[in-house]
């Protein structure tokens, strides 16, 4: 009876003890989340630059600066990693978002896939730009249209890269949007919100009220600002083997709250951690690298080690 009594009142004690022990951490881990995904609404964040692959590096350099207007900033070869590059933007490093250009070594072909979209090139002129860009060697894939204030058209390079020049009356940013497909897009937009602190700009239903178009970014202004456009499309395939567009750089303060911040969001909403945060000795960079539930990869760079110019 006694024994009974005792081990009954220390199970009890066991279990009021283990209990208070789950309700202590999983309070102190919930705690830890929001503050970490409060942090990142309050990081400095930017697009710094797209990786897209090309077959030919002096023809990619000519299509987007005679061709397109941008300029060409840095090129460099890496033989010890097994490619070339070039920078090219409408800006300096420290204030645009750029593109960066590679080709890797003895390979001379990429396969772009159905999934990427477009960047958007804003323009003064959308008739100008597009014969500019057709006398450099783009194909023109839909002439100019109007469409209310906006003029718009679509040229693609030899590689199969899709640019969407356009002209509205307010200004845009020159080198703006970043369009990708997606499967899912409330779930990708509640993603990027969360483990990328991006704004919901607009959004876009078809006719049959579904959401189709998601438009975020950084900052209050879109016209100062890239915005990244995620399109849904249900058959997206994520296995095609694209290897065309291959990364999103992105800035933050902290790469160590940005990793454990998107640990936790892939927890809820999927996605994969691909790089954990790590100083690259070679160029003294620190970074973290994840992808968002479609496979879509962004690497997030340390804004102060951005700024040296070594990546
Ligand atoms: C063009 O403007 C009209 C009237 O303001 C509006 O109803 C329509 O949705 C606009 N079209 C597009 C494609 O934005
Ligand atoms: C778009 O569709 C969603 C539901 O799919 C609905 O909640 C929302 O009100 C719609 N928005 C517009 C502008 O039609
Ligand atoms: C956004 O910036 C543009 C360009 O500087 C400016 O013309 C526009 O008025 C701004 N819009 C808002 C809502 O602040
Ligand atoms: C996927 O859907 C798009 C339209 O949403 C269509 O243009 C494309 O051909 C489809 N691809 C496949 C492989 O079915
Ligand atoms: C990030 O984490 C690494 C390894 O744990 C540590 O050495 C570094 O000081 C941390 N950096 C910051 C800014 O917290």
Do not use: C
């Not at 002209?167 to 020159?174: A, E, G, K, V, Y």
């Amino acid at each position: 009876m006694k024994m009974a009594n005792n081990l009954g009142l220390s199970s009890i004690l066991f279990s009021l003890l283990f209990f208070s022990l789950i309700i202590e951490t999983s309070l102190g881990a919930r705690n830890l989340n929001e503050n970490v995904l409060d942090w990142v609404k309050m990081d400095h964040r930017r697009f710094l630059r797209a990786v897209i692959h090309v077959s030919n590096l002096d023809h990619s350099i000519k299509v987007y600066t005679r061709g397109f207007g941008m300029k060409l900033l840095k090129r460099r070869n890496f033989p010890d990693r097994g490619y070339k590059d070039a920078l090219v933007g409408f800006g300096p490093q420290n204030t645009h978002f750029l593109l960066e250009l590679r080709q890797r070594d003895g390979l001379s072909n990429v396969f772009i896939g159905t999934e990427f979209g477009h960047f958007g090139i804003a323009t003064q002129n959308v008739y100008k730009s597009v014969e500019q860009a057709r006398a450099n060697g783009a194909v023109v894939i839909h002439e100019p249209e109007k469409v209310n204030q906006t003029i718009f058209a679509f040229v693609q390079d030899h590689d199969g890269y899709k640019f969407k020049f356009i002209q509205t009356p307010s200004p845009l940013d020159p080198l703006s949007p970043i369009m990708l497909r997606v499967q899912n897009l409330d779930l990708s937009a509640n993603f990027y919100s969360k483990a990328l602190g991006m704004k919901l700009f607009k959004r876009q239903n078809n006719s049959k009220g579904e959401f189709i178009l998601a438009t975020l970014g950084y900052g209050t202004n879109q016209s100062k600002t890239t915005m990244l456009e995620l399109e849904k499309r249900n058959n997206i395939s994520r296995n095609d083997g694209r290897d065309g567009y291959s990364m999103l750089y992105i800035s933050t303060d902290n790469v160590n709250k940005t990793a454990e911040a998107a640990k936790v969001v892939i927890k809820e909403l999927g996605g994969n951690l691909i790089m954990e945060p790590v100083l690259v000795p070679t160029i003294n960079v620190k970074m973290t690298g994840f992808s968002d539930p479609d496979g879509w990869r962004m690497i997030m760079v340390d804004n102060k080690d951005y700024r040296r110019g070594t990546l």
